[in-house]
């Protein structure tokens, strides 16, 4: 049976490299000694000590200040004793003595004492700085300085000097009204520049504010024209209450606001008139994956009417827009982007359309030659095909600047936009004859 190794002789060497044929030389044959519990706490403390840094032990080390404090008292002593019998060696002497030691007082030992008595970054001792007033006053008072001092003052006029003293005070309290001024100028500035950080934080806010209102309305109107399978499912009540919506949130946003409602609901068809089934009023699909239009006998699911008339949409794009028969009176369209907008039948009476894009933009149906604007005396029986009764009406509408405005919108705007629609049409109407004042 096998004897198990000693787990004491586990750490022992089996084979010392400097032993021969693996023998235990006396030299390898050293156990480790066992340390007492002293020495190791000893090694530990030597271990933390250089580990600490260098700054923190040269701290420790105050400097070694000789104890002088008695000898700057009797230096004091000895001027205040000068000072009484006006002797002049005792004063001297204790003036210089307390000078010079409240000096090196002040040079060696200033670092550890304030460092108790006052924040670290003033370095001066209350013993020492009294030592070095009363040497300084004595040394005035024995070297005869003092004297001096008050034989230069008799002999100045003090007069002139208290008359420079004014002046000198007057240009001091102008200098201090500039100094005012100054300040008041700079808190205006500041206060101007917080009010304007402030406009735009708001102007920002409310934009926030209003796009999460658009987007709101955007999803209540979609769930109140849709059915749960996504099919358009608009009754008239239905109608009605996404028309009240519209104008509402029509009248409550900026110009942005509006054009971006605008594009929503002429992409969506919500403002295209649609055919319906006679029967149900549903609508009807057109065979190509869209609903099939009715210009003439459609129902449109949102009719603007006038909830645009005098309405600011300067600036905006309305490309593609579908605003055909919307009461645009005295609308604010200067520098909008009407590419391929559908304006028929709309009212642009005193509308604004300075700097416009026309760009494809539908005025009328039909031909130019036999279109005509819409009418108020007549019935509303507009042909699509002849373009009678389908055109808008351009009646003292401003065209000034407008963009790529073609041939045939020239001749329309022309025709029956009067004299003052005339005036602003560019290119100018030579030669094209004034139908609107014919009709009259």
């Excluded at 001297?92 to 460092?115: C, F, H, N, T």
């Excluded at 029986?381 to 009764?389: A, L, M, Q, S, W």
Aim: proline share 5%; hydrophobic share 40%; aromatic share 6%.
């Amino acid at each position: 049976m096998t004897t198990p190794p000693d787990p004491r002789q586990s750490n022992l060497p089996t084979n010392a490299p400097d032993s021969p044929n693996g023998k235990i030389s006396p030299e390898n044959n050293q156990l480790p000694q066992m340390r007492s519990p002293s020495a190791e706490a000893q090694t530990q403390y030597e271990q933390q000590l250089a580990k600490m840094p260098r700054s923190l032990l040269l701290n420790k080390q105050t400097p070694s200040i000789p104890l002088v404090s008695p000898i700057i008292l009797m230096a004091i002593a000895l001027v205040v004793v000068g000072l009484s019998i006006n002797n002049f060696w005792i004063g001297i002497s204790g003036a210089l003595v307390g000078g010079l030691i409240s000096l090196r007082v002040l040079w060696i030992g200033s670092q550890p004492l304030l460092d108790e008595l006052v924040p670290a970054k003033q370095r001066s001792i209350i013993v020492a700085v009294v030592g070095v007033i009363v040497s300084i006053f004595a040394l005035l008072k024995f070297t005869g300085i003092n004297q001096r001092i008050n034989e230069w003052a008799n002999q100045q006029k003090w007069d002139e000097i208290g008359s420079l003293a004014e002046w000198t005070g007057a240009v001091g309290q102008i200098f201090i009204a500039v100094l005012a001024v100054y300040v008041a100028w700079r808190q205006y500035i500041i206060s101007r520049d917080l009010t304007i950080k402030q406009n735009e934080l708001t102007a920002q806010q409310n934009i926030i504010t209003q796009q999460q209102t658009i987007d709101t309305y955007f999803q209540g109107i979609s769930d109140l024209v849709l059915d749960e399978e996504g099919l358009l499912e608009d009754w008239p009540q239905e109608r009605l209450l996404a028309e009240g919506r519209t104008a509402a949130i029509l009248s409550s946003v900026d110009s942005s606001g509006k054009s971006k409602i605008l594009r929503f609901l002429s992409t969506s068809k919500l403002l295209t008139p649609l055919e319906r089934d006679r029967r149900l009023g549903r609508a009807i699909f057109d065979g190509a994956g869209g609903y099939a239009e009715d210009r003439v006998n459609g129902v449109r699911v949102i009719d603007l009417g006038v909830m645009l008339a005098k309405a600011d949409l300067s600036n905006t794009d309305l490309r593609r827009t579908d605003l055909s028969e919307a009461n645009l009176i005295g609308a604010n369209l200067s520098n909008c982007d009407l590419v391929k907008a559908n304006l028929s039948r709309a009212i642009l009476y005193g509308a604004n359309l300075a700097g416009a894009d026309f760009k494809a933009t539908r005025l009328f149906y039909g031909s130019v030659e036999t279109a005509t604007p819409r009418s108020h005396t007549q019935p509303p029986y507009p042909n699509y095909r002849t373009g009678i009764f389908t055109g808008a009406v351009v009646e003292n509408a401003d065209f000034t600047g407008v963009q790529q405005l073609s041939e045939e919108q020239r001749q329309y705007c022309c025709a029956w936009g009067g004299e003052e629609t005339r005036s602003t049409i560019p290119g100018g109407c030579e030669g094209i004859p004034n139908k609107l004042e014919a009709s009259i």
